[in-house]
């Protein structure tokens, strides 16, 4: 089975790889990578259980509740859904939140039915943490300009006048200008 390892991360995000999030709908919410769909192989529901059963019980019992959750027909139905993924993203890769237990399970059920998919070495929050990394590195490396001004005072026209000469980054407009830099990304 395939690993991407951090030195593929950069570009994963250069190349906009589509990628198959495993986690539950809650936590893919919460974060996840650009480029991203979520497929859970436990939804919220199934996931409170099978965490509620590691603390009670361990790993062991976790991962047989988790098995029994998504047996037979609702395995067949999540391979559907994962297959339907990568025959319309073939150069897409899979994830879970440490590139562990999750996305191995699914990779594994996935090879099993004849598709091939690579999986990220560290999942979501080893990604995560390398784009932290490199926004670190490049603020440290770069001069930075901020524009402000009130509403309709031209900062849209003036960034996009300068985008010939060089990088630039709209926050309002990558927030769709809801009135703050960050706006409301999640709607």
């Not at 391979?79 to 890769?93: D, V």
């Not at 060089?166 to 409301?184: K, Q």
Request: aromatic share 6%.
């Amino acid at each position: 089975m395939e690993l991407l390892g951090p030195e593929h991360y950069l570009s994963i995000i250069v190349n906009n790889t589509p990628i198959l999030d495993v986690r539950a709908e809650i936590e893919f919410q919460a974060g996840h990578i650009p480029h991203s769909t979520c497929i859970p192989i436990l939804n919220n529901e199934e996931r409170a259980l099978v965490g509620t059963r590691y603390k009670q019980q361990g790993q062991a019992a976790a991962i047989a509740l988790g098995e029994q959750l998504v047996s037979d027909q609702v395995r067949i139905q999540r391979l559907a859904r994962w297959g339907h993924f990568f025959h319309s993203n073939p150069t897409g890769l899979i994830t879970c939140f440490r590139g562990g237990l999750r996305s191995k399970t699914a990779q594994q059920w996935l090879l099993e039915s004849g598709i091939h998919c690579p999986r990220l070495i560290g999942g979501y929050k080893a990604f995560r943490r390398f784009l932290i990394e490199q926004l670190e590195i490049l603020s440290r490396n770069s001069m930075l300009t901020v524009i402000s001004g009130p509403t309709g005072s031209g900062k849209t026209q003036l960034l996009r006048s300068l985008q010939a000469y060089r990088a630039v980054i709209d926050l309002e407009g990558i927030a769709n200008h809801r009135g703050s830099v960050f706006g409301n990304l999640g709607t």
